[in-house]
């Protein structure tokens, strides 16, 4: 519990600048640029941050945004976006943020939401409060002299037109809103957040030039899109500048492959860079050698669910699937005990029962498993799942996953 000096509260609107610099020194001391600070305010809900006030000031901040996430089926559940979770260095270890991720999910749970999700710059934390590790995401550097641009037939068919960020925000808006529902883990924007796709400090370039968008048409119609910037560099053999990537989204594999082409040949460059993709993406495929592109993984969205009945019967499963779960959850122990989940591809139910249990694990297991990104099979062997029929685990383990990977698309 927080000491009797520290009081959770609501944000007011006139005491967001003093909350955000609390955020901003929490997170290293580094103040956000102007226009980074006028798009988190802009995406903020007011009714949704809060924080620990010790009197004299913030001491501690949380807060969530309402997003639509996509599950395994298609289906968009709500989910509350964790963001800005901070405790100041003098006020750690007094019970503040256990109180503050109580007081959270209790909010959660009121405003019939079924998922908390975030994004964990210290993932170590958020696990003793059922966030499970969800999705990956993967980081290229390629080699673009060595490796020639990739083509499919078809491309030579595809326009791309350069255009500013801002006038083509609304045709790569519908491009991506089309792209929601097919990919478990992506995120149904709320008002504003599309301008904030678009924050470009200048400060944060590191030496790259401005932010770019190509758009990509076929027959008059928009169907993909590309944000970047190209970072000039050269050494005693030349120009060899980098790509840095932002977001590709595409609505078809060939103007996917026709907006990596036009990436891979802008002049003066030698190299693309982006920061994540989904594990199954096809670049690497539409590649020579999958070895020059320097891939990396890392975890990246990361789901809690907060009602498990509700959270299991929104989605669909691959294989039909009829388990008993003994589930455990401390901290949110309204979700303790056995459930059983049905379902198939088609829809699923999730309720209560006192059959034996042919599964057991904790809520955080299951936020692992929930989006088809990581298998029952590998938690179990990690010792985190418990089979306790034979035959249940595997089962479920298939049922459980997704013949497209789950990705995050963009960070909150």
């Not at 945004?65 to 089926?73: A, C, W, Y």
């Not at 019967?313 to 003994?326: G, K, Q």
């Not at 418990?386 to 249940?392: D, I, K, M, S, W």
């Amino acid at each position: 519990m927080a000491t009797e000096t520290v009081e959770l509260r609501a944000l007011r609107a006139d005491e967001w600048d003093a909350w955000f610099d609390m955020v901003d020194v929490a997170f290293g001391g580094v103040p956000e640029t102007p226009e980074q600070r006028a798009a988190w305010r802009d995406v903020t809900d007011f009714g949704r941050m809060f924080g620990a006030w010790d009197g004299a000031g913030w001491v501690g901040t949380a807060g969530a945004f309402s997003f639509g996430l996509t599950v395994p089926g298609g289906a968009e559940v709500a989910a509350a976006g964790v963001t800005a979770v901070s405790v100041l260095p003098t006020h750690r270890r007094r019970g503040v943020l256990r109180s503050m991720m109580r007081h959270q999910l209790d909010e959660v749970r009121a405003r019939g939401e079924a998922l908390a999700v975030l994004t964990a710059s210290e993932p170590a934390i958020y696990g003793r409060f059922g966030y499970g590790a969800a999705t990956l995401e993967m980081r290229l550097d390629v080699d673009t002299v060595r490796l020639a641009a990739p083509a499919l037939p078809g491309v030579d068919g595809v326009r791309l037109r350069l255009v500013d960020p801002v006038a083509g925000l609304a045709e790569c808006e519908q491009v991506y809103g089309r792209l929601v529902p097919t990919r478990p883990g992506m995120l149904a924007r709320r008002p504003h957040w599309d301008r904030f796709m678009l924050v470009d400090p200048p400060s944060e370039r590191n030496g790259a030039g401005e932010l770019q968008c190509v758009l990509a048409e076929v027959d008059g119609e928009v169907l993909g899109y590309a944000r970047y910037a190209v970072k000039p560099e050269s050494n005693a053999a030349g120009p060899c500048g980098t790509v840095l990537v932002r977001d590709v989204q595409a609505l078809d594999p060939v103007v996917y492959a026709a907006l990596w082409r036009y990436l891979f040949g802008i002049d003066l460059t030698s190299a693309v860079s982006v920061r994540s993709r989904p594990v199954d993406d096809a670049l690497p495929h539409l590649v020579a050698d999958m070895r020059r592109c320097g891939i990396g993984l890392r975890e990246s969205l990361f789901v809690r669910p907060v009602e498990v009945g509700t959270a299991l019967a929104a989605r669909t499963y691959r294989a039909p699937v009829d388990v008993v779960l003994e589930v455990s959850d401390a901290f949110c122990p309204w979700n303790e005990g056995r459930w059983r989940l049905s379902g198939d591809e088609k829809g699923a139910s999730c309720t209560r029962t006192t059959d034996r249990a042919e599964l057991a694990l904790s809520v955080r297991e299951l936020g692992s498993a929930y989006l088809g990104g990581f298998t029952l099979s590998a938690l179990a062997a990690a010792g985190r799942v418990r089979e306790l029929r034979p035959g249940a685990l595997a089962a479920a383990s298939g049922a459980f996953g997704s013949d497209v990977a789950p990705w995050l698309s963009h960070g909150f």
